[in-house]
């Protein structure tokens, strides 16, 4: 299995465009989180989902902040529209509900918002 | 409110020289407690889960241990390839599967 995917790796926009980020999770894992992580604030969950399902988004920032999860294969998390403050990186997990293998992170996608 | 707090923030070795990270929690309900290595510009890897008082697990020159309130993770000889930013996340009891954080300890090995 290749990991969890991410694309792009790295995104540079300019404040106010909408920005997506894409994930591909492991194959037959059945949860999916969206992370943040910056200096200040560590890893922040943003949502969760579960058998594509959102479960938690208490995480979400605000409302220009939104995620979807099609199908079992697929997911994105929009920002429309971006600003400077959600520079960060933002990185994609999946794992198998109720095993203790944690979760496989992918590698993240840089954003930068000038 | 449930909370999650690493120690020392940041630790020099040289190689060698066996040490210890902290984890201590305050939380509602642990349903379990990871340690991850996270290395720059990658995501965190998962290394362990603890989930009672008194576990251990070991993985090469790594070994977690648990109690009620925190968690060591302990470095026996040090290679400057163990060098690495360690997090660990609690799982709560609370119905949901979601982690909380600490914020790391970045270790860096010296040869």
């Known amino acids: 299995d290749a990991g969890v995917i991410q694309s792009p790796r790295h995104e540079v926009t300019e404040m106010g465009q909408e920005v997506t980020l894409r994930c591909k999770p492991i194959?037959?894992?059945?949860?999916l989180f969206w992370y943040r992580q910056t200096m200040m604030r560590g890893l922040e969950l943003l949502i969760y989902?579960?058998?594509?399902?959102?479960?938690?988004d208490s995480g979400m920032p605000e409302d220009r902040f939104s995620a979807k999860m099609p199908n079992a294969s697929f997911s994105t998390l929009k920002i429309q529209p971006s600003e400077p403050r959600d520079s960060a990186v933002y990185f994609c997990?999946?794992?198998?509900?109720?095993?203790?293998?944690?979760?496989?992170f992918g590698s993240g996608t840089r954003l930068t918002v000038v | 409110e449930d909370q999650v707090t690493q120690s020392p923030e940041a630790l020099r070795l040289q190689e060698g020289e066996s040490s210890s990270l902290n984890c201590s929690y305050t939380?509602?309900?642990?349903?379990?407690l990871f340690w991850y290595r996270q290395d720059p510009g990658k995501g965190p890897e998962f290394l362990f889960t603890l989930y009672s008082a008194g576990e251990e697990k070991e993985k090469e020159r790594l070994k977690a241990t648990l109690t009620k309130k925190e968690s060591f993770l302990h470095i026996t000889a040090p290679k400057p390839e163990d060098s690495a930013t360690y997090l660990c996340?609690?799982?709560?009891?609370?119905?949901?599967?979601?982690?909380?954080f600490g914020t790391g300890t970045r270790l860096k090995v010296l040869a």
């Open positions: 997990a999946s794992s198998f509900q109720g095993v203790s293998y944690g979760y496989t």
């Open positions: 989902f579960n058998n594509n399902v959102p479960i938690d």
């Open positions: 939380v509602s309900g642990l349903r379990g």
């Open positions: 194959s037959g894992h059945n949860s």
């Open positions: 996340a609690v799982q709560l009891t609370s119905g949901t599967y979601k982690y909380i």
